[in-house]
């Protein structure tokens, strides 16, 4: 499925800003893990991820997940930043090849 919106294509992502800081409530880990997902996103190809991972740490974003895969698992790939409310937003997806 591809969503168009405008002719943009491809991932794209709105955030809203809270109308307080205490309004901002970032999901909590759960037992035994040290991330909470509060988005996920899924990408078409390991490329693409690469792709998104190297813009992302070239402007200087929070990596909270350095780009891992889990071979059992398809293998899926996935990475992850925190934003400035301290969100954890994840990326990730399967390779085609």
């Excluded at 970032?26 to 998104?52: I, M, R, T």
């Excluded at 409310?85 to 399967?94: E, H, K, L, M, P």
């Amino acid at each position: 499925m591809v969503v168009i919106r405008d002719g943009f294509s491809g991932l794209g992502i709105k955030l809203l800003q809270a109308n307080s800081p205490e309004d901002v409530l970032p999901n909590k880990p759960a037992k035994d893990s040290n991330v909470a997902f509060d988005l996920y996103c899924y990408v078409e190809d390991w490329s693409s991820l690469d792709e998104l991972y190297e813009e992302f740490r070239g402007k200087g974003a929070e990596i909270s997940i350095e780009p891992w895969i889990d071979y059992n698992a398809g293998p899926w790939k996935e990475f992850a930043i925190k934003d400035i409310d301290n969100y954890c937003i994840g990326f990730g997806g399967t390779d085609k090849n």
